[in-house]
């Protein structure tokens, strides 16, 4: 099986969103510069903000080549060669699986899910204040 391009994943998945690097860094809760390392391919995303890119990606190619990069992350593979950490292994064990992902992946995923939606909801439900009068 050929090796996985984690920087061009990233950012095909991101441009099928529509979306520039400052855009994905504000959905996934992570800066502009932690996006395009992750595009150049200098850093690899935690598994944790792979599944939460997933749940953001509409079926697509780009979301097959994503399911295939955290299956590759979850079974401790390194997604790219220059990676000297050695891809530690999240999630895995034999609990059983839905949709390809183990359940402490789900479980992961539906925390990111909730802690955007915290830090989202904020900002919709603030009151307009007008200084003055």
Same mark, same amino acid.
């Given at each position: 099986?050929?090796?996985?391009?984690?920087?061009?994943?990233?950012?095909?998945?991101?441009? /099928? !969103?529509? !979306?520039?690097?400052?855009? @994905?860094?504000?959905?996934?809760?992570?800066?502009?510069?932690?996006?395009?390392?992750?595009?150049?391919?200098?850093?690899?995303?935690?598994?944790?903000?792979?599944? %939460? =890119?997933? &749940? !953001?990606? +509409? +079926?697509?190619?780009? /979301?097959?080549? =994503?399911?295939? @990069?955290?299956?590759?992350? &979850?079974?401790? %593979?390194?997604?790219? +060669?220059s990676n000297h950490s050695g891809g530690a292994k999240v999630g895995g064990g034999a609990g059983h699986r839905f949709n390809g992902l183990p359940p402490v992946g789900i479980k992961l995923m539906q925390r990111e899910k909730d802690r955007l939606l915290r830090h989202?909801?904020?900002?919709?439900?603030?009151?307009?204040?007008?200084?003055?009068?």
């Open positions: 099986m050929a090796v996985l391009n984690t920087g061009k994943i990233v950012r095909n998945v991101r441009h /099928r !969103l529509e !979306l520039s690097q400052e855009g @994905l860094s504000r959905l996934m809760n992570s800066t502009k510069g932690a996006v395009q390392h992750w595009e150049r391919g200098r850093n690899i995303p935690s598994l944790g903000r792979l599944l %939460a =890119l997933r &749940q !953001l990606c +509409p +079926p697509s190619h780009e /979301r097959k080549n =994503l399911d295939a @990069l955290i299956r590759e992350a &979850q079974n401790g %593979a390194t997604a790219h +060669p989202a909801r904020p900002a919709m439900k603030a009151p307009l204040r007008c200084f003055g009068r």
